[in-house]
């Protein structure tokens, strides 16, 4: 998927050099085309406010201001074109929702993504006795044979530093949130965090995750008290409209729930984590990110030396024919992603 769209991204760069001549530098060439993208993006997203009737009929969500919400459609854009996740993991999202300053471009933010899993009636008898401090124990004590399986795999290892937020049930409103801060491999800079909350219904719960760097947390935290009020079940969907005669109820519980084992897709988001091996940086693995990279990296080699830019055009011809090819311009990183065997992106479970 990243190979495919580093290519891609490559030719549009390398036509618009040709086009340029040797006159326009390359580095303000790609800071140019990646600006004219972001615009067009930008412009083509329709954020709405005020009551959300989510697809379904289930739901409801009321973005109150400060925030805004994206729909299912272009939701589903974001995170399979912009931020490369395979669409299969994005088939059952409702939207997505954003601080009134964010958007899929901005750095130093977060988004919620709101699906609905329907999963049956989850009972909450256990909700009171659960110890998260053990459970906490007794996931990180389970990483050892994932992480080995995940290096087998070429794949860097997942530790769960801990809790960002400690699990809060609220029984009243029938809302679970809990964060985690997590860590992949050797990876420098903030940890991530893993921010989730589920809201109980008569036919399952409502999602709403988000992943970040720990350095948002403080931010998160400020606006989560309205974000766990934002959805709510429409009438007869109710957690309180339960019929135990003809409603199913699921196999998990309030803890089973925290402990992530009941969905393959935790936190959402497909992490490629061969691109963390090789030195990348979470912020969204993605077009978005990609094209941050390159931006960085021209700019740090152009105080460096000038970028050959007629040797750049000439390899577009070789690169269009073989898109595994590496362009010479990538570093180790990329080159290194890019040699790698393509396989079917995963999501830690965090």
């Known amino acids: 998927m990243l190979r495919s769209i580093y290519v891609a991204v490559l030719l549009l760069a390398t036509i618009a050099v040709k086009a340029a001549g040797p006159v326009e530098d390359s580095t303000e060439i790609y800071q140019r085309q990646y600006e004219q993208f972001v615009d067009s993006v930008r412009k083509s997203e329709k954020f709405e406010t005020g009551l959300i009737h989510l697809p379904g009929g289930k739901a409801n969500i009321e973005v109150p201001e400060g925030f805004k919400f994206l729909n299912k459609e272009q939701s589903q854009y974001v995170l399979t074109t ?16 954003f601080p009134a300053k964010g958007d899929p471009f901005t750095e130093g933010s977060y988004a919620f993504i709101v699906e609905f899993e329907e999963i049956g009636y989850v009972k909450d008898d256990d909700a009171e006795k659960i110890d998260y401090d053990e459970m906490l124990k007794n996931m990180q004590t389970d990483e050892k044979a994932t992480n080995e399986e995940r290096v087998k795999n070429g794949y860097s290892t997942v530790h769960i530093v801990g809790w960002a937020q400690k699990p809060f049930y609220d029984a009243k409103n029938k809302v679970l949130h809990w964060a985690k ?167 830690p479970t965090v």
């Open 82 to 97: 912009l931020w490369g996740n395979p669409p299969e993991n994005a088939k059952d999202v409702l939207g997505m929702i």
């Open 181 to 347: 801060e997590v860590k992949f491999g050797d990876e420098e800079g903030a940890n991530t965090l893993n921010y989730n909350v589920r809201i109980l219904g008569r036919h399952g719960v409502l999602s709403l995750n988000a992943i970040c760097t720990m350095d948002e947390l403080p931010l998160v935290k400020a606006n989560i008290n309205q974000v766990l009020h934002m959805a709510k079940f429409t009438d007869g969907n109710t957690y309180f409209d339960f019929d135990p005669k003809m409603d199913q109820v699921a196999a998990w519980t309030i803890g089973g729930l925290v402990a992530g084992k009941i969905l393959a897709k935790v936190g959402f988001f497909a992490i490629i984590l061969k691109f963390l091996i090789a030195g990348w940086k979470f912020v969204a693995i993605g077009f978005a990110a990609l094209i941050a990279f390159l931006k960085n990296l021209f700019t740090r080699r152009r105080k460096e030396k000038m970028i050959n830019t007629a040797g750049l055009a000439d390899h577009a011809d070789d690169t269009a024919d073989d898109v595994t090819a590496p362009a010479p311009v990538a570093d180790v990183a990329v080159e290194q992603a890019l040699a790698a065997p393509d396989k079917d992106p995963t999501t």
